[in-house]
């Protein structure tokens, strides 16, 4: 049952190098002619499409998000109907007039030349094909579309809070993934995102008085004019005729774009080489946080690469926009008034999504904890080193850095509200059950799993996790098989109570008594349903420490020890026992203090009852 024996076990199937499993491909060439006045826009695109999967498709579908802020869409009634409805969409979407609705109208779709069959049912596209697709096969769509962008409620659309006039994320017809579990053509109602990997090509013609920041690298940037490549420089644009932007993205699954007349921007090279661009309105009042923005946003990067694997593109944009923050590749787009902190904050988070979604892939829609819980763990790693170098200004770093993030988990699992996290995003019952759930529960179920393999294996299974599964859009199972190949360990359990249940930790001292007259007997009661390994760390009279370990019987093996202080191995704790006794050959008297995971790493809903003390006489 020790790690030896599980990994002779698992030698087999664990040393291979990477992961079987088969990646749709695309790519986009676009064409984009903005009428800004009009806030609408003409599109042309061609679209090939590589049919990796053993199945022949008879059926393509895209996402028209666009379509959600129309009065009486499934965003709409959903937001109106939801216990706890999102502020900024609340019935705003029921209120649009013509002229501030967002659409995407289809004109013509044609696949290898040939007019092909088209249904709009709100922000899907149902498109039923004269020719099936064969496996192992590349095809050709043309499509041309008109649209209207939609006055800023959620993510993308024009005139934002803070007056920036466009903010294009979930502008175009996208084709929906199709992966080992079929087409994930789920209509929007303001959750999460999936796409397919691919490259794109995008021709932007627009007013010569805006400026584009785009999540791509510009192909054009001597055409574009005064200022875009030398940061030393303002960027200024002449009034007048149009002016065409050329981006190009390789190798991701979305792009996303924003435009303002009154954009100015900073760009700096990266320690690690690549170009970081910051681009917001210049002279609103917040010059001074942008301008601080992108030395610590270089150190931020340092850190996520050597946490968390190196960053592999040459560009990543700040982008001024939306209605708080929103990660797409290569950009993010943020809301600009705001405290130093703040920015950095969002900054921050919305660029570890790169990590998590944007290079992982995870399908949000079904894994939201993946993307946003992953993304927040690294969120307050990195805030706390740069806290930790003072970079942060007033705030002081922290020995668990996931303190408060525990707190709200034990707020959500006592709030009678908890679903588990197989719930599909769009499908949770309120957005405080989704948030916490996708956020703080995911926050916790890798810095527990910390606590569960150790932190050298934690470590250097994160880094491993990326480099596996990066470009393969990962799932539940392959984040524990990764765990479990660094550890030794069996992980099944762990991930069938945290994810598939809302089963909830409690452990307690329950009686200490002395044995024998020179032994010290200790009863731990299991209060909660989820059974885990236990840290016992036992204090003696003198101050020195000790570590009681009792691993999990599931586990088949047990954690490395993680400091100097001496450790006890004790018998497999099993999941059915509702007590575990286990005897300190130390009398009572010496003994001043008996805790439960010190470290508070392991998510138990009740402190106070982990710790026994001897009482002290006054």
């Known amino acids: 049952m020790k790690n030896l024996v599980f990994l002779l076990f698992l030698s087999a199937t664990t040393l291979s190098a990477q992961p079987d499993r088969w990646q749709q491909r695309i790519n986009y060439e676009m064409n984009i002619d903005m009428d800004a006045a009009r806030h609408q826009y003409r599109g042309d695109m061609r679209m090939t499409y590589t049919n990796n999967s053993p199945d022949t498709l008879e059926k393509v579908f895209y996402h028209l998000y666009f379509n959600a802020f129309q009065p009486n869409s499934m965003m709409d009634v959903r937001s109106r109907t939801i216990e706890d409805a999102d502020g900024r969409v609340a019935d705003r979407i029921s209120k649009l007039k013509p002229d501030e609705l967002g659409y995407i109208k289809v004109n013509t779709l044609r696949h290898n030349g040939k007019a092909v069959k ?3 049912n709100e922000t899907i596209l149902e498109v039923t094909l004269n020719e099936p697709i064969l496996p192992g096969s590349s095809t050709v769509f043309q499509m041309e579309w008109d649209a209207q962008v939609p006055l800023q409620i959620r993510r993308s659309g024009r005139d934002n809070r803070e007056g920036v006039e466009f903010s294009m994320a979930q502008w175009y017809p996208k084709l929906c993934e199709y992966d080992y579990q079929g087409w ?10 999936y796409g397919v990997w691919g490259d794109f090509d995008v021709k932007i013609s627009m007013d010569k008085n805006y400026v584009i920041a785009a999540g791509g690298y510009l192909q054009n940037p001597q055409e574009i004019g005064y200022g875009y490549e030398d940061p030393a420089q303002p960027l200024r644009r002449p009034t007048g005729d149009k002016l065409l932007w050329h981006f190009k993205t390789p190798n ?4 996303c774009w924003a435009a303002d007349p009154e954009y100015t921007q900073i760009s700096i090279k990266a ?15 917040y010059d001074e946080q942008w301008q601080k923005l992108p030395a610590i946003m270089d150190r931020a990067r340092t850190h996520m690469n050597t946490h968390f694997g190196k960053y592999p593109y040459r560009e990543y944009s700040f982008i001024q926009g939306g209605d708080g923050g929103m990660e797409y590749p290569l950009a993010t787009l943020i809301t600009g008034n705001r405290s130093l902190n703040s920015l950095v904050g969002v ?5 570890l999504h790169s990590w998590y979604q944007m290079v992982l892939g995870t399908n949000e829609s079904l894994y939201a904890w ?3 819980g992953f993304t927040s763990y690294a969120e307050s790693v990195v805030e706390n080193e740069l806290a930790r170098e003072g970079l942060l200004p007033g705030r002081t770093a922290s020995a668990n850095p996931h303190a408060g993030t525990y707190a ?30 996708a956020y703080v529960k995911g926050e916790v179920f890798l810095n527990q799993m910390d606590y569960i393999i150790g932190k050298e294996a934690f470590s250097q299974g994160l880094l491993r996790y990326f480099e596996t599964w990066k470009f393969k859009h990962p799932n539940a199972n392959d984040v524990i098989r990764i765990f479990e190949n660094q550890s030794g360990l069996e992980l099944d359990w762990y991930k069938e109570d945290f994810v598939f ?3 909830t930790i409690d452990y307690a001292i329950d009686s200490v008594a002395e044995q024998d007259d020179k032994d010290t007997r200790v009863d731990i009661k299991r209060i909660g349903l989820r059974a885990m390994p236990l840290d016992i760390v036992v204090t003696y009279s003198n101050g020195d420490q000790e570590v009681f370990y009792a691993p999990l019987e599931s586990m088949r093996g047990e954690k490395p020890r993680e400091n100097t202080m001496k450790r006890t191995l004790l018998p497999d704790h099993r999941w059915v026992d509702p007590t575990y006794t286990f005897v300190i050959p130390e009398r009572l008297k010496k003994i001043v203090k008996i805790e439960i995971d010190p470290t508070q790493r392991m998510a138990d809903q009740d402190w106070e009852n982990n710790v026994w003390e001897i009482e002290v006489k006054k």
């Open 118 to 120: 088209f249904l709009t």
């Open 184 to 193: 994930h053509a789920n209509p929007y109602v303001a959750r999460e995102f």
């Open 347 to 351: 900054s921050v988070h919305e660029q």
């Open 370 to 372: 993946m993307d946003e």
């Open 252 to 255: 991701v699954h979305d792009f």
């Open 408 to 437: 709200n988990y034990n707020r959500l699992a006592t709030s009678g509200k908890e679903e588990p996290l197989t719930t599909h995003a769009d499908h949770f019952n309120s957005n405080f059950a989704y948030s916490l759930a």
């Open 501 to 503: 249940s809302t089963r």
């Open 271 to 285: 320690q690690d080489g690549s170009t970081m661009r910051f681009f917001w309105q210049k002279g609103k009042g």
